[in-house]
């Protein structure tokens, strides 16, 4: 069940379509780990023109950690780690999914990136983790991401703490 990706209706009524996601994570609260829950209902993640807000941010890297405990290294566990440059180009965003449980990334065209992020959405699957969905797009879909984490971590750095950061450390 998708109420933002369904371009159907977000594209005649996206008023309706945003109604009825916020009534679906409302009756869901209690099944969404408490950070992915704060992100998805809080009032700048869905504005545009929140500079914080995903909407038209440029991915610049994805990365997909495998770790691994054990004897013989054989207790594996994956993490993915997003970066991207926000909308306004004065700031990046980070999302940390610590424990990936299942992914599916498609992009119909690279040969202008992913372009922008469009559309998302965070739900919770069939065994109880949260799904999210991300739509890649220019002019038209370019990609569809579907990644299943046991939670998200968000972070928004200002482009001034950037630079104060790398100044420091040179």
């Not at 999302?95 to 739900?123: K, M, N, Q, T």
């Not at 065994?127 to 984490?149: F, M, P, S, Y």
């Amino acid at each position: 069940m998708t109420f933002l990706l369904t371009s159907d209706g977000r594209e005649r009524d996206v008023v309706s379509a945003f109604r009825r996601y916020r009534e679906y994570l409302e009756s869901q609260r209690s099944a969404f780990p408490p950070s992915a829950y704060a992100l998805a209902t809080s009032d700048w993640y869905f504005d545009s023109q929140d500079h914080r807000c995903p909407h038209d941010a440029w991915l610049e890297r994805c990365e997909l950690i495998e770790a691994s405990t054990g004897e013989r290294s054989e207790k594996r566990t994956l993490s993915l780690r997003l970066r991207m440059l926000g909308a306004y180009h004065d700031g990046h965003i980070e999302i940390l999914y610590p424990r990936v449980f299942a992914y599916s990334f498609s992009l119909v065209d690279s040969l202008r990136g992913h372009c922008d992020w469009r559309f998302d959405e965070l739900r919770i699957s069939d065994r109880g983790n949260v799904i999210h969905e991300i739509e890649w797009a220019d002019d038209q879909k370019t990609g569809l991401w579907i990644i299943e984490a046991a939670d998200l971590e968000y972070r928004w750095t200002p482009a001034h703490t950037v630079s104060q950061l790398q100044r420091t450390t040179e």
